[in-house]
């Protein structure tokens, strides 16, 4: 199996699925090289990652419970795509909404930017996941509080100046690489508050 990109699949085999992601072991033969390379792989569903911002400057994050590290975590919003494993962009911006209302309690005030800032790779060393990052704002809280879905530990949810947000990224008390990411970004474009 070939791609227009000169990438030589020469064998694919699942070793796991769930409904979060599948592991496959692949043989690839890179262009230009004459090498074969074996590879495990994370397919994942595409994400989204909301960087909210109230009317007042204030970003909005989660604190959650990671499973896999043992940590609750301070983190913008994010979520898995559901719909499709090649989704438009209108439902990337649907994604953003829902998620940002489910795991806040806070959704897009009327008039309102949700700002696409593009996306990057989360895990590329072994994951295909590309995670679409926004700016939200003016966002204000909806009175009727978080939503998550039953996979998700969201044991708080806090609104920080930028001056609070940046010495949590100094201190590292922000772990999370999506939050880091976006964050990034925002100060890149100057979107920052």
């Not at 940002?100 to 949700?114: A, I, N, R």
């Not at 003016?138 to 969201?154: H, L, N």
């Not at 100094?170 to 979107?191: C, G, Y």
Request: proline fraction near 6%; charge should be negative.
């Amino acid at each position: 199996m070939n791609n227009p990109d000169g990438w030589r699949i020469l064998e694919i085999d699942s070793l796991f699925k769930n409904p979060y992601i599948e592991v496959f072991h692949e043989r690839v033969l890179l262009p230009g090289e004459n090498r074969v390379r074996d590879w495990t792989v994370v397919r994942r569903k595409q994400a989204v990652v909301i960087a909210p911002v109230t009317q007042e400057g204030e970003f909005v994050l989660i604190h959650q419970a990671r499973i896999p590290v043992r940590k609750f975590l301070w983190e913008f919003p994010a979520g898995q795509i559901d719909d499709s494993l090649q989704p438009g962009m209108e439902i990337i911006r649907e994604t953003a909404l829902r998620e940002l209302t489910e795991e806040t309690g806070y959704s897009l005030v009327s008039g309102g930017d949700l700002i696409y800032l593009g996306h990057y790779y989360s895990s590329q060393g072994y994951s295909d996941e590309t995670c679409h990052l926004f700016l939200a704002r003016p966002v204000r809280a909806t009175g009727f509080g978080q939503k998550p879905d039953e996979s998700e530990s969201i044991v708080e949810c806090r609104e920080f100046s930028l001056p609070e947000l940046g010495s949590m990224i100094a201190e590292s008390v922000i772990q999370d690489a999506n939050t880091l990411a976006l964050f990034a970004r925002l100060s890149a474009r100057k979107l920052l508050p």
